[in-house]
């Protein structure tokens, strides 16, 4: 149902507060370390045609092991499972099932149609360097939904030097595109129990690598 230029990302923020069509749902960050756990906020910014939102359905990519919603009193927050295959470690368990997808419902109010709420969650991001993340997502309201779950036709490419207008290109040729955003290479792991010594004492990979 569901920076390698900064320049880049800066091009497609710009972009994106210039056109109306970024009044529809958006996350808040563009960019994100690989394997780092990542709180982030997908803004619904309005209801369905005249109709008030009543929820928010979250789609959870493949490769993401870790997901969970901040606690928010004003909606009920149920998660929906998926078996894997095969089992996978994380933080130092052993995982048969992962979330699939994370459910807000039964408000406490209504959103006005023309409402805006920050629906706020975590995800670990994937091991995958200049790679980018879909995060599907459905708005639910007291009638109808708005599915934001377009994706491209191409995959898109961090290292294609046409990414910028590319992912421009995706994010106008439907109104509802999947939020998306780019998984970056971090110096270091994201824990400090976890860096080497070099990188505990503040030494830049290229210093770490001249030490060696």
């Not at 928010?56 to 990519?61: A, G, H, S, T």
């Not at 099932?97 to 409402?115: A, C």
């Amino acid at each position: 149902m569901f920076k390698r230029t900064l320049i880049s990302t800066a091009a497609l923020t710009g972009l994106a507060l210039a056109s109306p069509a970024f009044a529809h749902n958006g996350l808040d960050l563009k960019e994100a370390y690989a394997g780092y756990s990542t709180p982030m906020t997908l803004s619904v910014n309005h209801g369905c045609k005249a109709s008030p939102v009543t929820g928010l359905r979250i789609k959870v990519p493949e490769g993401v092991d870790d997901a969970k919603a901040a606690f928010d009193a004003n909606w009920t927050i149920e998660y929906k499972m998926r078996k894997l295959a095969k089992p996978i470690e994380s933080h130092g368990r052993q995982k048969t099932e992962v979330v699939d997808e994370i459910v807000w419902k039964d408000s406490v109010k209504k959103l006005s149609v023309d409402g805006w709420y920050p629906f706020q969650f975590r995800m670990t991001m994937p091991e995958t360097p200049n790679k980018v993340l879909h995060i599907k997502a459905i708005t639910v309201c007291a009638e109808g939904t708005d599915a934001y779950v377009d994706m491209p036709k191409e995959e898109l490419k961090v290292d294609d030097p046409a990414f910028a207008k590319k992912a421009w290109e995706f994010m106008i040729a439907s109104p509802t595109p999947a939020p998306f955003l780019v998984i970056r290479a971090p110096d270091k792991k994201q824990y400090p129990w976890e860096w080497t010594a070099e990188q505990a004492r503040g030494a830049s990979p290229k210093q770490e690598a001249m030490a060696k």
